[in-house]
């Protein structure tokens, strides 16, 4: 019994923290830059990786709209946002922001951001509610 109590506090596991602002009003037709940064007590490995996931506004349905992973972008093909997304972050700087050009009324809704640096594990991705407006 001793044994196991001695291995569960030898086991560390840290967390990787996403930080993003809660709401952001972006002009209709204009391009945004969605910031989404993190912390890591980890080296950024060539293992991390960042998906980013839209839940349009009313509806409780979570589309995965892109990915990133060593050095490159992966974004969806039959999406909203469909080459209108640039990645924008840079790991290294542990920063995982996108920029979705021309939005428009339609990209209403709230933005996930999930980065990943194993063996750090992510608690609680970031979520930015956007409001698209008239000009």
């Known amino acids: 019994l001793l044994s196991c109590l001695y291995l569960s506090h030898a ?16 002009e209709n037709g204009t391009d945004a830059k969605l910031p989404c940064t993190f912390t890591s ?13 839209f ?3 009313g509806t409780a349905t ?22 209108r997304i640039t990645w924008a972050g840079d790991l290294n700087k542990k920063d995982a922001s996108i920029t979705i050009s021309n939005m428009q009324f339609r990209d209403n809704g709230t933005y996930i951001c ?22």
């Open 55 to 57: 839940q349009p506004e």
């Open 114 to 135: 999930d980065v990943k640096n194993p063996p750090d594990i992510v608690v609680k991705p970031g979520e930015i509610r956007v409001r698209v407006v008239e000009k």
């Open 62 to 83: 979570r589309i995965s709209f892109f990915y990133y992973s060593n050095g490159k972008s992966y974004p969806g093909k039959d999406i909203p946002f469909k080459d």
């Open 41 to 53: 007590v980890e080296v950024i490995s060539s293992a991390a990786s960042v998906s980013w996931s």
């Open 11 to 26: 086991v560390q596991v840290s967390a990787v923290e996403v930080n993003t602002p809660e709401e952001m009003f972006v």
